[in-house]
């Protein structure tokens, strides 16, 4: 499966993003959509989505994108929530939603900031595609796409546009 990876829209969903994302299967949406159901909506027009909502996402959109999902994507068990922070600096409820499920692959989003890195304790890797959007301090707004085929993650891409 080939699956896009963003968070932090905060409100935007560009042409230029949507031009990187246009060869997924999927959408992963790592919270913080901004502008409610309807631009949820649109990014799931666009591909099938699968998202979390995140600390600055209103109640309503937390009924369709709870606060974190646990699921399984070609073998590979995955965990998505917001706020999730890295190895060594987890956030506590992140740390207890990992230590629970044990994914392979633990997915966030809340720094704004592009990270891909192996928590060697845990055997997962951790992924943050940054953001998307505008709002917020990061200069680069960027997105992650990547193959999951026998529960391997293999060709991950980043796409990067100037703020």
Not at 17 to 38: C, K, N, T, Y
Not at 40 to 55: M, Q, R, T, W, Y
Not at 124 to 131: C, E, K, R, T, Y
Request: proline share 4%; glycine share 10%; hydrophobic share 40%.
């Amino acid at each position: 499966m080939f699956i896009g990876l963003i968070s932090d829209t905060h409100g935007v969903f560009s042409s230029q993003f949507r031009e990187f994302l246009e060869p997924v299967d999927q959408i992963w949406h790592a919270g913080d959509f901004g502008g409610g159901l309807s631009l949820a909506a649109e990014i799931a027009d666009f591909k099938p989505l699968v998202g979390v909502a995140g600390n600055c996402d209103n109640h309503e959109l937390r009924f369709t994108h709870p606060l974190h999902r646990f699921f399984e994507c070609e073998g590979l068990k995955v965990l998505m929530t917001h706020v999730g922070g890295y190895p060594g600096r987890y956030d506590p409820r992140a740390r207890k939603l990992i230590d629970a499920y044990r994914p392979d692959l633990f997915v966030c989003g809340h720094s704004h900031i592009l990270k891909v890195m192996r928590d060697q304790q845990r055997n997962m890797l951790v992924v943050n595609p940054g953001a998307a959007g505008i709002q917020g301090f990061h200069v680069v707004r960027t997105a992650l796409r990547f193959h999951i085929d026998a529960g391997k993650i293999h060709d991950m891409e980043i796409f990067e546009l100037d703020r």
